[in-house]
């Protein structure tokens, strides 16, 4: 065989070994902040027992965006297991709801609730008085007393909640003159 | 009180904006002053409405990612009204998130968008209440009311506005 043809084959291998390297896929074994569930890796890791994984507030946080029904324990338990929120997320889509941690069992409020956006806004706690006379502390008395608007100047530093009894308590006075007028018709 | 996040600081700016130069019938500003997160409002009944001489309280809650998500405005107690669904949440086309409405029915300038603000929102929420949209109610029951028997409806607005200022 002629020596340049020996050279031409000898470069032509070592540039396929060349190109193999480059082209060849990145390996397993990248930092876990990349975090891309391989599911052939998925059914291994599920299968391991929890290892503590570090879970930090902004993984909580973004499993909680995807699910408000879960609690902070229930994902911090899962990011343990699965170490990623994309495997945490697309458990909780497949079963629609994690497990609790060992020695936790559900809430009284049911997880499956808030699911429905429509029924959500279903009547919810109707608690507290309506009443904003009680609610800004105005008594009967402060309503008779006619200097009660200019007093709160200096009792109440906050110039807010003062604009707040006073459109209360003109409010009041004007729906007071408007039943008056109704009766008197 | 250092406000720390762009949240924080925002609202504060809003806040003394609104202290500053607030639109006639209406007060808000935030429950605690270690709490910007959470505003409690009085909005006045607009005139020749069902609402008129009417207070009406509603707690605004925004999000830790304000202003690129919007609040959440509630009656407290809820209002009779076709766009305020039975718990009192006010369901009007600026408190939606921002960009195009899955339903396409509101255009993507309707909704929230950073640009708006506060006052934005509370000036639409007295106009929702002396023009209600029926076409996208929230209370279902409201809505008949208010299309059926008008004279019915006002008269539960009034006994809730009466109730607000202990005179019932």
Not at chain 1, 66 to 77: D, G, N, W, Y
Request: proline share 9%.
């Amino acid at each position: 065989m002629d020596n340049s043809t020996l050279v031409f084959v000898l470069s032509l291998g070592a540039a396929f070994l060349i190109l193999r390297w480059l082209i060849m896929p990145i390996p397993q074994s990248v930092p876990e902040e990349f975090n891309v569930p391989d599911p052939t890796r998925r059914t291994e890791r599920r299968a391991r027992p929890a290892t503590n994984r570090a879970v930090t507030e902004s993984m909580i946080e973004v499993v909680q965006a995807m699910a408000p029904q879960l609690t902070v324990s229930q994902i911090r338990f899962s990011l343990q297991n699965t170490g990623s929120v994309e495997a945490t997320i697309n458990e909780f889509m497949d079963n629609g709801n994690l497990p609790y941690p060992p020695g936790e069992s559900a809430a009284p409020v049911s997880s499956g609730s808030a699911a429905l956006d429509s029924s959500a806004h279903r009547k919810k706690s109707l608690v507290g008085n309506g009443n904003l006379l009680d609610r800004y502390g105005i008594t009967a008395a402060d309503l008779q007393d006619p200097g009660y608007l200019a007093g709160l100047g200096r009792d109440l530093g906050d110039v807010t909640q003062r604009k707040k009894i006073g459109v209360i308590v003109n409010a009041r006075k004007r729906m007071e003159k408007t039943l008056t007028q109704t009766e008197g018709i | 009180m250092k406000p720390r996040s762009t949240a924080q600081k925002r609202l504060l700016k809003e806040y003394q904006q609104l202290a500053r130069d607030l639109p006639p019938g209406i007060v808000a500003g935030p429950i605690s002053d270690d709490n910007l997160f959470e505003w409690d409002c009085l909005l006045e009944g607009p005139e020749d409405t069902p609402y008129e001489n009417g207070v009406f309280r509603a707690v605004l809650k925004f999000p830790t990612d304000y202003p690129l998500s919007p609040p959440l405005l509630t009656f407290d107690p809820p209002l009779l009204h076709p766009n305020i669904y039975e718990d009192g949440t006010v369901c009007i086309s600026i408190l939606h998130p921002p960009g195009e409405d899955p339903n396409q029915y509101e255009r993507p300038e309707e909704r929230w968008s950073p640009i708006q603000s506060v006052e934005k929102i509370l000036l639409s929420v007295v106009s929702m209440l002396a023009e209600p949209n029926p076409e996208s109610g929230a209370n279902i029951d409201a809505c008949k009311l208010w299309r059926d028997d008008r004279d019915a409806f006002c008269r539960q607005v009034r006994v809730q506005a009466l109730k607000a200022l202990g005179l019932l």
